[in-house]
């Protein structure tokens, strides 16, 4: 694995513009063609080969928050807790994840956190950098078939959903519009039958259940929007989702809440200390005397929101944001590659159950946020 620093693109902007990467320097300059991350065959099976343990043990894990009523770890409000379990016993499918990781091409991918809910950057990875890679390096090859493995997965779901049509929602924001617009582009080549709306164009009936802006029952819906932030809604819109949660089809399911919760990090130190791919973590702070270093996260943040790193008893960063009411959890310090002083983190993608492909973000320290930049990679040797 290593950093190489290359030319960029004639008219670059307008090139990752044409695939959808719209906000390329919306908070300055997010996308960096004028390098990439070089690696192995050897080194991308080893990631390959993690992401899916990493994924399998990270069900086990869910199924013994359930199993042990650890909801509370999570501060998983106990009003959703029924429709969770209802709805994991049903196994309804998911589409997607993405699980970052600290990697040197070295020794094991060590495990930062697993995106589950509702996933970023994905149209940088599975369309930006591929469409760069035929452009500068056309012979050579990349560890992304999400695109394909998106419309697979589809086609796998669509048994599954209820009603003649997927319903997309979420933000109205740009970035949430073209990530939504593409995975409705790879339903739709599926044979799926879609609709799009954003969350406060949800309506609802009557008689409780929730409709589009024509007035239709919406029976399947596909949400870029966090579960977290639907229980925060207004009261009525919640107590619909609690009572018809599991009479739709909601991708991701709200099972998704054990896993994008960073307490799932604790549970699976505990249930898997062995395991070379992840860090020591837990819930107690007491813990920490015992390690040299370590992150404290909130257990629900985002973008590196109200990260805090302590290395020997003394606060080495931190990060600022809205994030902490709900808890933290402790993670021992994972060792991110310095790149000439940038430091990049793997983001490797689950689609359905299997590895998928990968996109780095790397930052000027080690708290990956909304700042970080997106660099494409290339598989050589």
Request: glycine share 6%.
């Amino acid at each position: 694995m290593k950093r190489v620093v290359n030319p960029v693109r004639a008219d670059w902007q307008r090139k990752v513009e044409s695939v959808g990467l719209a906000w390329h320097s919306a908070k300055g300059a997010y996308w960096n063609e004028a390098a990439y991350y070089s690696f192995t065959m050897d080194e991308i099976l080893k990631l390959e080969d993690a992401t899916n343990k990493v994924h399998a043990m990270c069900l086990e894990a869910a199924q013994h928050i359930i199993d042990n009523d650890l909801f509370d770890k999570l501060h998983i409000p106990a009003r959703v807790v029924p429709l969770i379990i209802a709805a994991w016993q049903q196994e309804p499918p998911s589409l997607y994840g993405r699980f970052d990781f600290a990697y040197d091409g070295m020794g094991p991918p060590k495990m930062l956190e697993y995106n589950a809910d509702t996933p970023t950057s994905l149209v940088e990875a599975s369309l930006a950098q591929w469409f760069w890679l035929q452009d500068v390096f056309p012979a050579k090859d990349q560890f992304n078939s999400l695109h394909e493995r998106l419309i697979e997965q589809w086609k796998m779901l669509a048994p599954y959903l209820q009603g003649d049509r997927l319903h997309f929602a979420g933000m109205d924001d740009i970035e949430d519009g073209v990530t939504l617009a593409y995975l409705r582009d790879t339903a739709e080549q599926a044979g799926i039958t879609c609709e799009t709306l954003t969350i406060p164009q949800i309506g609802m009936s009557s008689d409780g259940f929730f409709t589009d802006l024509n007035d239709q029952v919406i029976e399947s819906i596909f949400k870029l929007y966090p579960w977290e932030w639907i229980m925060n809604e207004d009261e009525r819109f919640v107590r619909g989702v609690l009572e018809r949660g599991t009479d739709m089809q909601w991708i991701e399911p709200v099972w998704k809440m054990l896993l994008s919760n960073k307490g799932l990090l604790a549970v699976l130190w505990d249930l898997f200390p062995d395991s070379p791919y992840l860090l020591p973590a837990s819930f107690d702070v007491a813990d920490t005397l015992t390690w040299d270093a370590y992150v404290r996260k909130p257990l629900l943040s985002r973008e590196g929101a109200n990260v805090t790193v302590t290395m020997f008893d003394q606060t080495l960063m931190e990060s600022q944001g809205d994030y902490g009411d709900e808890g933290y959890v402790y993670q021992s310090l994972a060792t991110i590659p310095n790149m000439n002083g940038l430091y990049p983190v793997i983001g490797s993608w689950i689609i359905g159950q299997e590895s998928a492909g990968m996109g780095i973000r790397e930052s000027k320290r080690i708290i990956t946020d909304n700042m970080s930049q997106f660099v494409p990679h290339v598989i050589e040797g």
